[in-house]
């Protein structure tokens, strides 16, 4: 049982699109990671969100932490084919764990 | 990029051999962790390191074993492999344990 839902496990859109993903679980956590992967490559971290509510903003990229802290989104503005990846949300539970991730592509 | 490197990138195997990855930081960065990668799964976390000589179970563990010698190498070795063992393998350092984690290229094992 994943104890990370994300949603959706697939997106392909078009370079230009705005596209949102989702990371939930029933447990609170007390902070939570996104990472992007490449094919071929280990994930890179890309934020941390640690308050409940929290916005944060990478470029195109906008972060939010849900006021209760089970759940969060990325949003992605103009995607272009260079957002292509794997997308994972983690948090620290004695252990990290993963999502099983949402798969981007973005069609020039 | 962080220093971290595995050690083979791919390898082929048969049912019941044992094999064994390495890892290797230039960071000094007290925490490793070793996870397999499958589709459906995300990364799931095999066994991690809190420093030399001092380690612990992740979540799927079975099957597996791990040691850390020196600061700079975390290697895990699968006794005797089986073809659940097909997969693709990260090694990760932090340099606390809830602080951002840098992860390897990954090693891709096939266990025919």
């Known amino acids: 049982t994943q104890l990370l839902e994300q949603s959706p496990q697939f997106l392909s859109i078009q370079e230009g699109e705005n596209l949102t993903v989702y990371c939930n679980s029933s447990?609170?956590?007390?902070?939570l990671q996104w990472y992007r992967q490449e094919p071929g490559e280990g994930p890179v971290l890309l934020v941390t969100?640690?308050?409940?509510?929290e916005v944060k903003k990478l470029k195109r990229l906008t972060f939010q932490f849900g006021d209760a802290r089970k759940d969060s989104s990325l949003h992605i503005t103009a995607a272009q084919p260079g957002d292509t990846g794997l997308y994972l949300c983690?948090?620290?539970?004695?252990?990290?764990?993963f999502g099983a991730g949402t798969r981007l592509t973005v069609k020039p | 990029d962080a220093g971290i490197t595995q050690s083979p990138r791919h390898k082929v195997t048969e049912t019941g051999t044992p094999v064994t990855l390495r890892c290797h930081q230039t960071?000094?960065?007290?925490?490793m962790y070793w996870y397999r990668q499958d589709p459906g799964h995300g990364l799931r976390l095999i066994h991690y390191?809190?420093?030399?000589?001092?380690?612990d179970k992740g979540e799927v563990s079975d099957g597996y074993s791990v040691s850390r010698s020196k600061t700079e190498d975390f290697l895990l070795t699968l006794e005797s492999a089986t073809s659940s063992q097909t997969s693709v393998y990260f090694c990760?350092?932090?340099?606390?344990?809830?602080?951002?984690?840098?992860f390897g290229p990954g090693t891709r094992l096939t266990v025919l």
């Open positions: 990760a350092i932090s340099q606390y344990n809830d602080n951002e984690q840098f």
């Open positions: 960071e000094n960065h007290r925490y």
């Open positions: 390191s809190y420093g030399v000589k001092d380690t």
């Open positions: 983690a948090f620290d539970n004695n252990d990290m764990r």
């Open positions: 969100v640690v308050t409940g509510g």
């Open positions: 447990s609170v956590f007390s902070s």
